[in-house]
């Protein structure tokens, strides 16, 4: 199964690396380079797109992890 993964985060890592482990083509996408980068490192996407909508296109599932609006990281 082809899994896109938006946003390489600590829960959207998780998600890709739970699915890489049970056979699925993990592609992803995140706005922060150094994420995706370090996404792929790790194993948690086995390739990560420049947009968004390449990530997605042939996804049978698509899942969208972002921190919420207004909140700053820390």
Not at 56 to 68: H, K, N, Q, S, T
Request: net charge negative; proline share 1%.
């Amino acid at each position: 199964m082809r899994v896109a993964v938006v946003g390489l985060g600590l829960i959207g890592g998780s998600i890709g690396l739970a699915a890489a482990a049970r056979g699925d083509e993990v592609v992803a996408f995140d706005v922060d380079p150094d994420a995706a980068a370090a996404g792929l490192e790790c194993g948690a996407a086995a390739r990560a797109e420049a947009a968004i909508e390449a990530a997605g296109a042939g996804a049978e599932i698509v899942l969208e992890i972002g921190r919420a609006s207004g909140r700053e990281r820390g």
